[in-house]
C-alpha cells in the first residue's frame, strides 16, 4: 500500500497472496503497476518448459512430481504450513493453462496428479536441489517417465530476475498506446501481467486469461519492444524461406549485395595504389 501511495511500482516476489481485492483497486485508482507472484528461477521455469513441449507434441502427461529440499532463510520460512501452502498453490498452477490448452488430450476440468513437496534441510544452505518427475501416456497406451534433477544457487538465480523486473517494470511506465479510432493515449492496466516471464503465478487484470507456458510469455515481451522500435512482431511462419521465388529473390538480392562490397573494396584498393 506505501508503494501504490508513493507512485512506485511494487513486484510481489514471494508467493504469498499480497494483493488483495483492495490492494488492487488502488492501484488502479493511483494508476501504479503492480505484479506478481513469486520469482521463477529454477523448477518452476523447467516445469513450465517440460509440460508445455509434452502437451504440444500430444503426449499427455498425467502426473507431476516436484520434490525441494534447502536451508536458507526461503526454506526455513517455507518450513511452516501457512507459508508452504502458498508456494505449493503457485508451484502447481503453472501447469492449468498448457493442460486446458489441448482438448483432445484432456477434458474439460481434467488435470495431472500433481505433488509439490519442500523440506527444510540447514545444511545445504543456498544450493537448493530440485527434482521431478513426470509421467506421460503415450502411443498405445504406452507409459513414457522423465526424471530431472537440478542443483542451484537459489539466490544467484533470483538476484538477477529482480535487475530483470525492475527494469522492465520502469521500462513499461514509460510506454503508452493509442488506438487508431481515438486521440488518447493509453498505459498498460496497472496489474502489468507482460512482467509473468520471470513470476511462477502470474497477477492478471481481471477478465485476461492467465499464461503460464515460458515462450509465449517471453514471445510478449519481445514483440512488444519491437512494437516500441516500429518493427512487425514475429511470427515464426518464415514465408520467406518456404517458397522457391522468394528464395531466389532472397539470393538475387544477396549475390547483388556481394557484388557491391566487392567493386567498393576493389575501387578502394585501386584508389590506394593511384595514391
Known sequence: VASILEGCTFINGSPQ???????????????????GDDFKSGQTK??????????????????????????????????????????????????????ASNKILFEEDEHPDHVVVIKYVPYVADS????????????????????????CEDSLLATPLIYDLVILGELCERIKVKKESTNEWESFHPVLSLLSYMLKAPL??????????LFTQREAIVNIMRACLGLAPDNHMTLEHRFESSLAEMQKARFGAKRSAENGNANGSSKKSRS
Open 204 to 213: 492478471v487484470p481481471n477478465g485476461a486469461p492467465v499464461v503460464n507456458a
Open 17 to 35: 497472496n499480497t494483493f488483495v481485492p483492495g490492494a488492487i483497486e488502488l492501484a488502479r485508482k493511483h494508476k501504479v503497476f503492480i505484479a
Open 128 to 151: 537448493k536441489r530440485a527434482m521431478d518427475e513426470y509421467t506421460s501416456e503415450i502411443f498405445m497406451g504406452g507409459k513414457n517417465t522423465i526424471v530431472m534433477h537440478n542443483t
Open 46 to 99: 523447467m516445469k513450465s518448459v517440460l509440460v508445455d513441449f509434452l502437451v504440444s507434441a500430444g503426449i499427455k502427461p498425467v502426473s507431476i512430481v516436484s520434490y525441494n529440499h534447502l536451508g536458507n532463510n526461503d526454506g526455513l520460512n517455507l518450513s511452516a504450513p501457512s507459508q508452504f501452502r502458498s508456494k505449493e498453490i503457485s508451484k502447481s498452477n503453472v501447469v492449468d493453462d498448457m493442460v
